[in-house]
């Protein structure tokens, strides 16, 4: 067994994980597992810079995952930065700030990179499940952009997008700062409209329709699978490779859709980082569910973050 810790730093949320692993048995031991919403993006599709105040939220996230990555003695670290940090002119500063907290450079990775990563971390304990045909499409909704990759054994094709359920709410529905409340028809519409010329383009490589098995990962995901299951608080294990139909997605989404800002916050197992942004990524879920006519979804707790701890368990070797 190896120690490693892996960090994944997105448009929303600050995610690490410090496990054992071992890549010739496939097994990994989860330490510790923690996530923090610092929203890194704020306001970056607007503006191209990273705002000085989500860099202080990250870096404020980032010396306290410092100081458990020393507890538990991790022999590697990966910190992985994804859309945000891809986007923005000012991205020197946030690998600085990394750097000096953590003593590891944040790698910026492409769109290509970030969905294999998804695709390890999502599949590498699906491959002896029979009930699970391949290949699989795994569908990493995060807060900038969306990626797709389908495989079975190996990646046949991938791609991200930018139509991440904060850059949509971002887009979408606020005006003078203030999040629609609840959206109006048209501006799920226009949401609806960018989702599908996504996905448009997402099929001049990726074979999506040839998929078997739709995976879904990342927050939006498993807040849809919490909701299907009317759990009392937010529950990883039960929500670990749960089973979501696509009436009840559906069901969800025209829920959130049209509910208020209050009436999202009260649902016991969404986090508060999540209520303004949920609806748009509920919406990206169904829409492409729609595309492939999936008759479920199967939601992964294991995404990107368990793809980033196996590749620094493999730099070990």
Partial sequence: ????????????????????????????????????????GQGVDRTGRLAPEALERTFAACKEYAAIIKEHGAERVRFVATSASRDAENRDEFVRGVLDILGVEPEVITGDEEAEFSFTGATKELSGR????????VVDIGG??????????HVRGARSVDIGCVRMTERHLVHDGVVADPPTPAQINAIRADIEAALDLVEQTVPLREARTLVGLAGSVTTVSAIAQDLPAYDPAAIHHSRVPYLRVREITESLLTSTHAERAAIPSMHPGRVDVIGAGALVLLTIMERIGAEEVVVSE???LDGIAWKAAEDLQ
């Fill in 1 to 40: 067994m190896t120690r490693v810790a892996a960090i994944d730093c997105g448009t929303n949320s600050i995610r690490l994980l410090v496990a054992d692993a071992d890549p010739s048995t496939g097994e990994l031991i989860d330490l510790d597992r923690r996530m923090t919403i610092v929203r890194l």
């Fill in 130 to 137: 029979e009930d699970l045909a391949k290949p699989y499409l």
């Fill in 144 to 153: 900038g952009s969306t990626e797709f990759v389908v495989g079975d054994d």
């Fill in 302 to 304: 294991h995404d990107i």
